[in-house]
């Protein structure tokens, strides 16, 4: 019985990740992400303008939504609350996948920022499309792999409790 209650829980947590997940979590993760990537490339003497925008050697950056890759912090809450683990182990699998997003993104910022400033518009328009079409779903997915083996996750999101919800079914008709 717990378990259909937890299940619940975490199906209604996923949904609204998914539905409200960008409007939570943007205000939070874009100003960090922001003034980390301002700091990070500070050798390239940035130029603060706004809280979303900074000029490096007269070309004017401007940090829209998409740069927090929120999406990536969506994914990754459904994920976790897609399998059956205990709520301590829920939230050490969320701090530490989000602070490797994080790192992530600032990497991928850092790059294309100084592709754009060193070299042309035309690196950064292919890395840019580099990292959002390919790139950024490959480290979502090995990003999960790392954490359950790290945390010693044995579910499969989805699929583990669609099983167990079919053997609850048919124990309930026997």
């Known amino acids: ?6 299940l619940a829980l975490r199906l ?4 609204l990740a998914t539905a409200f997940g960008i409007k939570l979590i943007y ?5 960090i992400t922001f003034y980390f990537s301002y700091y990070s490339v500070s050798f390239l003497s940035p130029k603060l ?19 927090a890759a929120a999406s990536a912090y969506i994914l990754l809450i459904i994920l976790i ?7 301590k182990k829920m939230l050490n699998v969320l701090i530490a996948g989000s602070l490797l997003i994080l790192i992530a993104n600032i990497i991928r910022i850092d790059i294309l920022i100084i592709a754009l400033v060193k ?3 035309n690196l950064f328009n292919t890395l840019h499309l580099f990292f959002w079409k390919i790139l950024s779903t490959i480290y979502v997915v090995l990003l999960w792999i790392f954490l359950t083996k790290k ?8 699929y583990t409790d669609f099983r167990r919800v079919l053997e609850i079914y048919k124990k309930s008709k026997n």
Request: aromatic share 12%.
């Open 81 to 87: 609350a897609t399998v059956d683990i205990k709520l």
């Open 12 to 15: 209604s947590i996923a949904l």
């Open 49 to 67: 303008i706004n809280s979303t925008s900074f000029a490096i050697e007269n070309i004017t950056l401007i940090f829209i939504p998409a740069c």
């Open 1 to 6: 019985m717990r378990y259909r209650y937890r």
């Open 119 to 121: 070299y042309s518009s």
């Open 151 to 158: 945390f010693k996750i044995k579910d499969i999101p989805v």
């Open 27 to 31: 205000p939070i993760i874009s100003p």
